[in-house]
């Protein structure tokens, strides 16, 4: 199901370069999950299409089988969520998660040595982990709970990260006080280099919000209401059409 993501100007209707479901990265990572909730998420996320479900670690190979035949990418995250585990814990994670078959690693930043300015800490996680994920060509979006952070703190791991060559920066876990915003958005597009694309996740949970991110620059939306954020779409644009 292929639902344009649609915004007015000068009272006609132009169509953004992908269709909405492609942004979307079904979610479930809450700590009580059940077999049933992948399960769920699966299915929708094979009835509209979306770009990929994220699920926590220990379900990645049931995820596979069940988006299996579908175009629909399995992600699971790393360092989950607090991000200040040991690197040799993280690439212990992403090499299981690798072999259970994930296509792309949400990993959680370090974001105490963000706050503590230890920005050598931070480059050497990035080039700890990156080349393993990229041995096996997959995909890599860092956290850094923007939330939580100063423009200044965020405008610094975008050099990093930008350096580096990451596939997206993601504003955060969704476990934060405050979760994706339009500012930080914007922020991440303007310090970013142009191929480093913007994962917006944290507190999405309906189309007007969802829309907001995209204009800003995000190129993926992290939610766990992607069937109500599509749905909403189509509302919308019934109503245009009126």
Known sequence: MHVPVVVEKNTKLVMEKMPLNKYIDHTVLKPTCLVSDIEKLCFEAKQYDFAAV???????????????????????????PFGYSATEAKIAEIILAMVDGADELDVVANISAIKNGDWTAIADEINHILPI???????????IES????????IKCCDIYGIAGIDYLKTSTGYAEKGASVEAVQLFRKYLPEQVQIKASGG???????KLMIDAGATRIGCSAGVAIVSGANADNVKSNY
């Open 133 to 143: 994920i990229r041995s096996k060509d997959k995909v890599v979006k860092i956290i």
């Open 204 to 210: 999405i949970r309906d189309y007007a919000t969802a």
């Open 147 to 154: 939330g939580l952070l100063t423009d200044e703190e965020i």
């Open 54 to 80: 994220c699920v926590p670690p220990n379900f990645v190979k049931l995820a596979k089988e069940k988006v299996a035949g579908s175009s629909v990418k399995v992600a699971t995250v790393i360092g989950f």
